[in-house]
């Protein structure tokens, strides 16, 4: 009977543990953007795993006092940042650093997330346009993920048309409709 009672419970917590899993060996990157009017924001969510945090936190703590300041976050943000190119109808366009966030070093060897967030600003035109974006920044072993996302406002209307992703998943290309409502 005490058997019955501790089954369903270890079901309960091996179900829930595996829910939260996320790979030990590498650095699981996953970019958001949202294609909204005049920009493309871009949330970056990195998730280093336990054996590979040690590049993580060598990049985010370069004084090695075992915390991670608003000035190495922003660092970081930008060194990140700059392993990563978006174009626009083929050209590219530079990202603009918004805000980094860090979870204390504790917490992110717990599987807390690193979030960048920045924006690129582009022109709004009718038609057909094109959209590309490459994460080549690997601090470690990592996998990539890239999605893309529709903010209509202001009078304009997206609709993708086409989606392409490298088979490693850096790289993300989309075609969109952009029209006037």
Do not use: C
Request: net charge positive.
């Amino acid at each position: 009977m005490k058997r019955a009672r501790l089954l369903p419970a270890a079901l309960v917590v091996l179900a829930s543990s595996a829910a939260f899993a996320h790979p030990v060996d590498e650095v699981v990157q996953g970019a958001y953007l949202t294609l909204a009017p005049g920009e493309v924001r871009l949330e970056l969510d990195l998730t280093p795993g336990t054996k590979v945090m040690g590049a993580v936190v060598t990049a985010l703590d370069t004084n090695k006092d075992g915390v991670v300041s608003h000035q190495e976050a922003r660092a970081y943000g930008m060194k990140v940042l700059g392993r990563s190119t978006l174009k626009i109808d083929g050209k590219t366009v530079p990202w603009t650093l918004g805000t980094v966030e860090v979870p204390s070093l504790s917490t992110l060897r717990l599987g807390n997330v690193i979030k960048i967030y920045a924006t690129a600003k582009r022109s709004d035109a009718a038609g057909t346009r094109t959209l590309s974006y490459q994460n080549r920044y690997q601090p470690a072993k990592s996998s990539w993920i890239a999605n893309v996302f529709l903010q209509p406002a202001s009078g304009w209307q997206y609709r993708v048309t086409k989606q392409a992703r490298s088979n490693d998943g850096r790289t993300l290309a989309v075609t969109y409709g952009a029209s006037r409502s």
